[in-house]
């Protein structure tokens, strides 16, 4: 979608839920006419919640400095409250609406209030849960067997990483401990799944920290990676890209960065491990960077 569509409806959106928040505000009693500062709190609240919903807009479109990946940071945490708190806000409106319509009256309407508030603290709790969830590395475990008639076979323990979206919102500590606990698997072999950046290598702050950590993973036969379809340099707004596919290119420090990571980039190739009993291939993304 083009940018100032995209812009323009979430801007749109906003607004709208801002208003029925602020129509939820006057219902409820803490906010009644006699409060003696309602006028001024929703009035100081409407004016933050328009200035924090900019920032995830300057933060697409502002030119790569470090006020543009801040703002882009902050507006990437707000654009996660607001999914929570607008979803919670109609999906509990439209059940209030349906409630009404069934018993032919406008009885609910005294508990608007309450549905700002419920709204407000399930966002807020959801994103802070979300922000701890989202420094967790979790280890699943697999067990595969080859064919019985395959010849030779090869006991290898593998471990493949994916996604990591190196970006302005990520934490180094969060890398070192998923490094530490590869290396405590002692595997033979550890497979990146692409989506190594987050559509910009700029934007990770200390990118030389991030690849001397990541330069530790100890592997017999080595640490092999391919490209995702995010690790090119293109506009994104709410995680969405909103710039041609056709100017989303790979630019060199994101190659120089894997190459520091002492990690193998496979481009449609193939290598064989473990005495030629097992084959490793890396396909090149179709759509982004040729």
């Given at each position: 979608?083009?940018?100032?569509?995209?812009?323009?409806?979430?801007?749109?959106?906003?607004?709208?839920?801002?208003?029925?928040?602020?129509?939820?505000?006057?219902?409820?009693?803490?906010?009644?006419?006699?409060?003696?500062?309602?006028?001024?709190?929703?009035?100081?609240?409407?004016?933050?919640?328009?200035?924090?919903?900019?920032?995830?807009?300057?933060?697409?479109?502002?030119?790569?400095?470090?006020?543009?990946?801040?703002?882009?940071?902050?507006?990437?945490?707000?654009?996660?409250?607001?999914?929570?708190?607008?979803?919670?806000?109609?999906?509990?409106?439209?059940?209030?609406?349906?409630?009404?319509?069934?018993?032919?009256?406008?009885?609910?309407?005294?508990?608007?209030?309450?549905v700002f508030l419920i709204s407000f603290i399930t966002g807020a709790c959801l994103l802070l849960y979300g922000m701890v969830h989202a420094q967790q590395t979790i280890v699943t475990r697999y067990e595969l067997r080859p064919?019985?008639?395959?010849?030779?076979?090869?006991?290898?323990?593998?471990?493949?990483?994916?996604?990591?979206?190196?970006?302005?919102?990520?934490?180094?500590?969060?890398?070192?401990?998923?490094?530490?606990?590869?290396?405590?698997?002692?595997?033979?072999?550890?497979?990146?799944?692409?989506?190594?950046?987050?559509?910009?290598?700029?934007?990770?702050?200390?990118?030389?920290?991030?690849?001397?950590?990541?330069?530790?993973?100890?592997?017999?036969?080595?640490?092999?990676?391919?490209?995702?379809?995010?690790?090119?340099?293109?506009?994104?707004?709410?995680?969405?890209?909103?710039?041609?596919?056709?100017?989303?290119?790979?630019?060199?420090?994101?190659?120089?960065?894997?190459?520091?990571?002492?990690?193998?980039?496979?481009?449609?190739?193939?290598?064989?491990?473990?005495?030629?009993?097992v084959q490793i291939t890396g396909r090149v993304d179709g759509q982004k960077a040729g």
């Amino acid at each position: 979608m083009h940018p100032v569509l995209s812009i323009g409806f979430y801007l749109l959106f906003q607004i709208l839920i801002m208003l029925q928040s602020v129509w939820c505000l006057k219902i409820n009693r803490f906010f009644s006419a006699e409060c003696p500062r309602r006028e001024f709190l929703l009035m100081t609240g409407t004016v933050l919640f328009l200035i924090f919903s900019l920032f995830p807009v300057a933060g697409a479109m502002l030119p790569d400095s470090r006020i543009k990946f801040s703002l882009q940071a902050a507006g990437n945490i707000f654009l996660g409250f607001t999914l929570y708190f607008n979803l919670m806000m109609v999906g509990l409106s439209l059940l209030m609406l349906t409630i009404d319509l069934i018993r032919g009256d406008s009885r609910t309407i005294q508990l608007k209030g309450a549905v700002f508030l419920i709204s407000f603290i399930t966002g807020a709790c959801l994103l802070l849960y979300g922000m701890v969830h989202a420094q967790q590395t979790i280890v699943t475990r697999y067990e595969l067997r080859p064919e019985e008639n395959a010849s030779p076979q090869a006991d290898l323990k593998l471990i493949l990483i994916g996604d990591l979206h190196l970006c302005v919102n990520s934490h180094l500590n969060t890398i070192q401990k998923m490094v530490e606990l590869i290396n405590q698997e002692n595997p033979d072999v550890v497979l990146v799944a692409g989506d190594i950046f987050t559509s910009s290598y700029n934007g990770l702050r200390d990118p030389d920290k991030y690849a001397a950590s990541l330069r530790q993973i100890k592997a017999e036969y080595g640490v092999y990676a391919v490209y995702g379809n995010h690790d090119v340099e293109e506009t994104l707004f709410g995680g969405f890209p909103i710039s041609p596919v056709s100017e989303a290119f790979r630019p060199a420090e994101m190659e120089q960065f894997l190459r520091e990571c002492h990690f193998t980039v496979l481009r449609d190739e193939t290598v064989t491990i473990a005495g030629g009993s097992v084959q490793i291939t890396g396909r090149v993304d179709g759509q982004k960077a040729g």
